[in-house]
C-alpha cells in the first residue's frame, strides 16, 4: 500500500510548492493515512481485531478505515449518518469501495448520529458488533495529530508559510506541532462555524497558526461553478488533481491571497495536499443531477 511516503515537494511558482501527500495511496489518502498509521498500531498492540468509526456519505476517512482494514487484516465497521443511504449504496461510490473492502455499515438517523459519543449508543454498538476499537468521527485524536506531525521534514523549515485544509483541526494541529516558531501555519476551513479554534488549541503546542475563514465556499461540500473551473484549470495547468471538498478550496485561498499581495514578494509557501481525491466520483455524481458541470 505504502511505497514512499515522503514524496518530494513539487514546485509550482517561484514562491509556492505542493506537498503530494495524495500520492500515498488513493484511498488511505493523504492525512488520513497520517492520522491512521498510530491508531492502527496501538488497535493492534491491544489485541483488537475490529476497528469502528464514524463517517458522511462520501467520507474520507470511511474510505481509508476499509482500505486500512483490508490491507492490513483487520475488520471495520462504520457507522454511516443518513438512514436513506441503507438501500442506495450501489449509488454512492465511497460506500461502495468501503463495501468491497469488507466494511459492515450501520446507517443511522442524524438524531442517533449526533448522539453518537453517548455511552448508550456505544454500548449499542457494542451489542450489535462485539468489542471493538473506536477511531473517532474524522480520525481526529492524539495519536492522529502525531502521526500528523510526521508530514513536515527538516528541510520545510526552510518554508515561511504552511497552508493546509482543515476540517476537525487534526491536520493542522499536527502541522504547528511540527514547525518551526519562525513559521506561519493558515489553516482553510472546508465548513463554517467557529469551534475550530477550542479544538486546535486543545492540540496544538504552539500559537504561530490562524484560520483563514473566507474560502469555505459557503459550507461543507458545498461547491460553485467558479471553484469547479478552478480545479480544472488547475489540474490542466499542473497536472494535478484536487479534490472539491478540502484541497480545491485552500488551493483557490492561497492563489486568491496571493493574488491580493497577503504574502511578501519573497515569502515561501508550502501547500499540503491532504488527498481527499476519492470524493471526486460522488461529487460528479451530484453535480450531474444538478446539470453543473463537472470535475474533469
Ligand atoms: C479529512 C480531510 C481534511 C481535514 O482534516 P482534519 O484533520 O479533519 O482537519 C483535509 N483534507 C482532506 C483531503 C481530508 O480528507
Given at each position: 500500500?505504502?511505497?514512499?511516503?515522503?514524496?518530494?515537494?513539487?514546485?509550482?511558482?517561484?514562491?509556492?510548492?505542493?506537498?503530494?501527500?495524495?500520492?500515498?495511496?488513493?484511498?488511505?489518502?493523504?492525512?488520513?493515512?497520517?492520522?491512521?498509521?498510530?491508531?492502527?498500531?496501538?488497535?493492534?498492540?491491544?489485541?483488537?481485531?475490529?476497528?469502528?468509526?464514524?463517517?458522511?456519505?462520501?467520507?474520507?476517512?470511511?474510505?481509508?478505515?476499509?482500505?486500512?482494514?483490508?490491507?492490513?487484516?483487520?475488520?471495520?465497521?462504520?457507522?454511516?449518518?443518513?438512514?436513506?443511504?441503507?438501500?442506495?449504496?450501489?449509488?454512492?461510490?465511497?460506500?461502495?469501495?468501503?463495501?468491497?473492502?469488507?466494511?459492515?455499515?450501520?446507517?443511522?438517523?442524524?438524531?442517533?448520529?449526533?448522539?453518537?459519543?453517548?455511552?448508550?449508543?456505544?454500548?449499542?454498538?457494542?451489542?450489535?458488533?462485539?468489542?471493538?476499537?473506536?477511531?473517532?468521527?474524522?480520525?481526529?485524536?492524539?495519536?492522529?495529530?502525531?502521526?500528523?506531525?510526521?508530514?513536515?521534514?527538516?528541510?520545510?523549515?526552510?518554508?515561511?508559510?504552511?497552508?493546509?485544509?482543515?476540517?476537525?483541526?487534526?491536520?493542522?494541529?499536527?502541522?504547528?506541532?511540527?514547525?518551526?516558531?519562525?513559521?506561519?501555519?493558515?489553516?482553510?476551513?472546508?465548513?463554517?462555524?467557529?469551534?475550530?479554534?477550542?479544538?486546535?488549541?486543545?492540540?496544538?503546542?504552539?500559537?504561530?497558526?490562524?484560520?483563514?475563514?473566507?474560502?469555505?465556499?459557503?459550507?461543507?461540500?458545498?461547491?460553485?461553478?467558479?471553484?469547479?473551473?478552478?480545479?480544472?484549470?488547475f489540474k490542466s495547468q499542473n497536472n494535478?488533481?484536487?479534490?472539491?471538498?478540502?484541497?480545491?478550496?485552500?488551493?483557490?485561498?492561497?492563489?486568491?491571497?496571493?493574488?491580493?499581495?497577503?504574502?511578501?514578494?519573497?515569502?515561501?509557501?508550502?501547500?499540503?495536499?491532504?488527498?481527499?481525491?476519492?470524493?471526486?466520483?460522488?461529487?460528479?455524481?451530484?453535480?450531474?443531477?444538478?446539470?453543473?458541470?463537472?470535475?474533469?
Open positions: 500500500m505504502i511505497k514512499n511516503i515522503d514524496q518530494l515537494n513539487i514546485q509550482l511558482t517561484s514562491s509556492l510548492f505542493i506537498k503530494p501527500e495524495y500520492k500515498i495511496d488513493a484511498f488511505v489518502s493523504g492525512n488520513k493515512y497520517r492520522k491512521l498509521k498510530y491508531n492502527v498500531m496501538d488497535a493492534e498492540n491491544r489485541g483488537f481485531s475490529t476497528v469502528l468509526t464514524f463517517g458522511g456519505a462520501y467520507s474520507n476517512h470511511i474510505a481509508a478505515v476499509a482500505k486500512a482494514g483490508y490491507v492490513k487484516g483487520f475488520k471495520t465497521i462504520g457507522v454511516i449518518r443518513g438512514e436513506e443511504l441503507q438501500n442506495s449504496i450501489q449509488n454512492n461510490p465511497t460506500l461502495q469501495f468501503a463495501s468491497k473492502m469488507g466494511m459492515r455499515f450501520k446507517f443511522v438517523s442524524r438524531t442517533d448520529y449526533r448522539n453518537k459519543t453517548t455511552s448508550d449508543f456505544i454500548n449499542q454498538l457494542k451489542q450489535d458488533f462485539g468489542d471493538f476499537y473506536l477511531i473517532p468521527e474524522g480520525g481526529t485524536n492524539e495519536l492522529a495529530v502525531k502521526g500528523c506531525e510526521e508530514i513536515l521534514t527538516e528541510e520545510d523549515k526552510a518554508f515561511d508559510f504552511i497552508c493546509c485544509p482543515v476540517g476537525t483541526g487534526g491536520t493542522i494541529s499536527g502541522l504547528i506541532n511540527a514547525s518551526g516558531v519562525h513559521q506561519k501555519i493558515l489553516g482553510f476551513p472546508a465548513l463554517k462555524g467557529d469551534f475550530l479554534q477550542k479544538d486546535i488549541r486543545k492540540f496544538a503546542n504552539k500559537s504561530n497558526w490562524e484560520l483563514i475563514t473566507d474560502y469555505h465556499f459557503d459550507g461543507y461540500a458545498k461547491i460553485n461553478t467558479e471553484l469547479i473551473s478552478f480545479i480544472n484549470a494535478m488533481p484536487l479534490d472539491p471538498i478540502y484541497t480545491g478550496k485552500m488551493l483557490f485561498g492561497v492563489f486568491d491571497l496571493m493574488k491580493k499581495g497577503y504574502f511578501s514578494k519573497d515569502a515561501k509557501i508550502l501547500a499540503i495536499h491532504t488527498g481527499g481525491l476519492q470524493g471526486i466520483d460522488g461529487m460528479n455524481k451530484l453535480l450531474k443531477k444538478k446539470q453543473m458541470p463537472l470535475i474533469n
